[in-house]
């Protein structure tokens, strides 16, 4: 899991797909709540509907994010109709200085409505988030490249990615991936059969 210093310095336990289990400041920090609810303004996939949700707090900077990435594709196959996968921001600047710029390049993207097209292309591309890779990943799905190159300058999507993080912090989020289930933070690795389980079990 990619953490802030600040993070590490709290001592705070984290879970790696490994399974190795980090010590934890405070056994509440494990069980606590999604604070913020899902809304129609999130970055979902799967019905509104569904009976399964799934929350991802993640950095596209973040090389454990990139591991989680095909783990959640993976889940979604397997429910189909049954999930509905949501995305936040949690871009850690303190260590990954590229992170900011392409969660904000993401949000220029669901302004021309290709969200989920430069999601996927960030992950697929971890390796080259420099501002001019991300201009060129614009222009290669289509989208105005004009029009992000000025809104990555003006920052015009800052306080959107800044509300996620927010509303991670007020979650307990303190690095990525970070995972809620049907609102409570998951516990344990994140590899596809235990957040699978997880999933199961909030539906009996």
Known sequence: MCTSPSARASGLLLSRPSGEVWRMSEAREATRALAVPVTADDHSQGPADAPLVLVEYADYE???????????????????????????????KQVHEQAQHAAEVAEAAAAQRKFWEMHDRLFERQFAL?????????????????RVERELARHTY???????????LKSGVKGTPTFFVNGTRFRGPWDEELLA????RTIG
């Open 197 to 200: 389980q997880a999933l199961e």
């Open 158 to 168: 800052q306080e959107r990615v800044r509300a996620d993080f927010l509303g991670g």
């Open 130 to 146: 420099d501002d001019v890779y991300l201009i060129e990943y614009a222009g290669e799905l289509g989208l105005d490249a004009a």
């Open 62 to 92: 973040c090389p454990d994010s990139r591991r989680a990435w095909p783990i959640v594709k993976a889940l979604e196959r397997r429910f189909g109709p049954r999930l509905r996968f949501v995305f936040r921001h949690f871009p850690l």
